[in-house]
T-cell receptor, first 113, second 114 residues
Framework: NAGVTQTPKFQVLKTGQSMTLQCAQDMNHNSMYWYRQDPGMGLRLIYY???????DKGEVPNGYNVSRLNKREFSLRLESAAPSQTSVYFCASNEVSSGNTIYFGEGSWLTVV | GQQLNQSPQSMFIQEGEDVSMNCTSS?????WLWYKQDPGEGPVLLIALYKAGELTSNGRLTAQFGITRKDSFLNISASIPSDVGIYFC??????????????FGSGTQLTVLP
């Protein structure tokens, strides 16, 4: 069972470069999320998609864009990376009707130099 | 936004000891969740709490939903090396299944010494 799969696992970018983090889930979930995790800050929601075709801003959306390509895939794009975006990024998904079990990917470690 | 204070930030304990960590909020929550994150992995749900005063166990783990609905604690009894990781609390309001309304604590890093 793959669950939530995100790529790449590690990436180093130069300031100003762009990149896309890919996420796919095989659980037929309607809702998908992107979080960032910084030391001492917990998980903060960047963007979410309640269903295919919809996306909404979370707590910290500035500097990011997302695409809900289809029901399975939800990508996060950094158009012009900044050192402040150095973080660990987690994709997650759940089925709202089934309650609280939110499934997280393994994380993507991004360093912007 | 809503604030969650989780303490302690880190703990070093001997194998076999009991552990306690807690979260307090500036707002009332309708759901409290506790997650564990192993090194290099994403968080995994341990316990979910839905009612004030609720006490729920999952093996050696016990969590309680505070009466005021502004706090929760997690206890781990007889710790073992595989308990190592970061433990997060999360609170949700209003009562829905969407992660959009989740607020996460900053985590408690647990180290278990042999």
């Amino acid at each position: 069972n793959a669950g939530v799969t995100q790529t790449p696992k590690f990436q180093v970018l130069k300031t100003g470069q762009s990149m896309t983090l890919q996420c796919a889930q095989d659980m037929n979930h309607n809702s998908m999320y992107w979080y960032r995790q910084d030391p001492g800050m917990g998980l903060r929601l960047i963007y979410y998609s309640a269903s295919e075709g919809t996306t909404d801003k979370g707590e910290v959306p500035n500097g990011y864009n997302v695409s809900r390509l289809n029901k399975r895939e939800f990508s996060l794009r950094l158009e012009s990376a900044a050192p402040s975006q150095t973080s660990v990024y987690f994709c997650a998904s759940n089925e709202v009707s089934s309650g609280n079990t939110i499934y997280f990917g393994e994380g993507s470690w991004l360093t912007v130099v | 936004g809503q604030q969650l204070n989780q303490s302690p930030q880190s703990m070093f304990i001997q194998e076999g000891e009991d552990v306690s960590m807690n979260c307090t909020s500036s707002s009332i929550f309708n759901t409290w969740l506790w997650y564990k994150q192993d090194p290099g992995e994403g968080p995994v749900l341990l316990i979910a709490l839905y009612k004030a005063g609720e006490l729920t166990s999952n093996g050696r783990l016990t969590a309680q939903f505070g009466i005021t609905r502004k706090d929760s604690f997690l206890n781990i009894s007889a710790s073992i090396p595989s308990d190592v990781g970061i433990y997060f609390c999360a609170g949700r309001s209003p009562p829905s299944g969407s992660a959009r309304q989740l607020t996460f604590g900053s985590g408690t890093q647990l180290t278990v010494l042999p």
